[in-house]
């Protein structure tokens, strides 16, 4: 098994970079640097020549300027042998890869893909739409049905306090009439008057026995009205937060605008009756 070849980017005067050189997969000669872009051939040469610069000015005067300066040629021309193999393998690399780019095979193989992918996700897209399009539908349907159901309720408890508003005027006339037919009695003689008096309190007591239970089965059937409109209220409420909800994933999936949606859709309405409301 061949080792892993390091980086020989120069990072000081005597410390190379030493980070592994990861190869490429495909065809093409061997990387020489690691994959910092900063990493190459030419960068490489002048961090050589910079370093070299200044190793020989801090030994300017004790140092052979001709000796070294031969010795200094002779490595840069080592060095530009070096950078033209290592340049003619990246022009190699980058024919290699202008070959693939041109490959028509290849571009239509990825175009196919790129379009079969992009049909998948519209049919998901439409599925998701055609989905919730049905469940708006059914929460209308339903949210139409409470309210219907609603209205029934109320009516027949607004029929029933019309009932006994109409049974409590009842009870006023006949006391009215007892009342008469008392006024009636008292003028006859004194016994007869005493049991007129006694009379007309029996059926003082038995009126106000009935108006009391009448105004105590008026103020049950208010407190029903009040529940009937508390759990409507409350049902509306939750029929509109689903609504809400259902147009909200509705527009997230068409794309529409989120705000005022439901007003452009056909068949949107709204009841006079349900508006007051």
Same mark, same amino acid.
């Given at each position: 098994?061949?080792?892993?070849?390091?980086?020989?980017?120069?990072?000081?005067?005597?410390?190379?970079?030493?980070?592994?050189?990861?190869?490429?997969?495909?065809?093409?000669?061997?990387?020489?640097?690691?994959?910092?872009?900063?990493?190459?051939?030419?960068?490489?040469?002048?961090?050589?020549?910079?370093?070299?610069?200044?190793?020989?000015?801090?030994?300017?005067?004790?140092?052979?300027?001709?000796?070294?300066?031969?010795?200094?040629?002779?490595?840069?021309?080592?060095?530009?042998?070096?950078?033209?193999?290592?340049? %003619? $393998?990246?022009?190699?690399? #980058? =024919?290699?890869? *202008? @070959?693939?780019?041109?490959?028509?095979?290849?571009? /239509?193989? !990825? &175009?196919?893909?790129?379009?079969?992918?992009?049909?998948?996700?519209?049919?998901?897209? %439409? $599925?998701?739409?055609?989905? #919730? =399009?049905?469940? *708006? @539908?059914?929460?209308?349907?339903?949210?139409?049905? /409470?309210? !219907? &159901?609603?209205?029934?309720?109320?009516?027949?408890?607004?029929?029933?306090?019309?009932? %006994?508003?109409?049974?409590?005027?009842?009870?006023?006339?006949?006391?009215?009439?007892?009342?008469?037919?008392?006024?009636?009695?008292?003028?006859?003689?004194?016994?007869?008057?005493?049991?007129?008096?006694?009379?007309?309190? %029996?059926?003082?007591?038995?009126?106000?026995?009935?108006?009391?239970?009448?105004?105590?089965?008026?103020?049950?059937?208010?407190?029903?009205?009040?529940?009937?409109?508390?759990?409507?209220?409350?049902?509306?409420?939750?029929?509109?937060?689903?609504?809400?909800?259902?147009?909200?994933?509705?527009?997230?999936?068409?794309?529409?605008?989120?705000?005022?949606?439901?007003?452009?859709?056909?068949?949107?309405?709204?009841?006079?009756?349900?508006?007051?409301?």
């Amino acid at each position: 098994m061949t080792a892993n070849k390091v980086c020989p980017f120069p990072l000081t005067a005597d410390r190379a970079c030493g980070r592994t050189v990861v190869q490429r997969s495909g065809p093409g000669r061997p990387r020489i640097y690691c994959d910092d872009p900063k990493h190459n051939a030419v960068a490489r040469l002048r961090a050589d020549e910079r370093f070299r610069a200044r190793a020989q000015h801090g030994d300017a005067e004790t140092a052979r300027p001709v000796t070294e300066r031969v010795s200094a040629l002779g490595a840069a021309l080592d060095r530009l042998g070096n950078l033209k193999a290592e340049l %003619r $393998a990246e022009l190699t690399d #980058a =024919e290699e890869l *202008a @070959a693939d780019l041109t490959d028509l095979d290849l571009v /239509a193989t !990825e &175009l196919r893909a790129v379009e079969a992918a992009a049909e998948a996700r519209v049919a998901q897209a %439409r $599925a998701a739409q055609a989905a #919730a =399009e049905h469940d *708006a @539908a059914l929460a209308r349907r339903e949210r139409d049905a /409470a309210h !219907e &159901l609603t209205e029934i309720a109320l009516d027949a408890a607004e029929e029933a306090i019309a009932t %006994r508003d109409a049974s409590a005027e009842t009870v006023i006339r006949i006391r009215q009439d007892c009342d008469q037919q008392i006024a009636r009695v008292t003028a006859v003689d004194d016994a007869a008057l005493i049991r007129a008096n006694a009379e007309r309190e %029996r059926l003082r007591v038995v009126a106000d026995t009935a108006l009391n239970e009448l105004r105590e089965e008026l103020s049950a059937q208010h407190d029903v009205v009040a529940v009937l409109r508390a759990e409507h209220a409350a049902e509306l409420a939750t029929l509109r937060t689903e609504h809400h909800r259902i147009v909200a994933t509705l527009t997230t999936h068409a794309g529409l605008p989120a705000h005022g949606w439901h007003r452009r859709r056909p068949g949107y309405r709204r009841t006079g009756r349900l508006a007051r409301r």
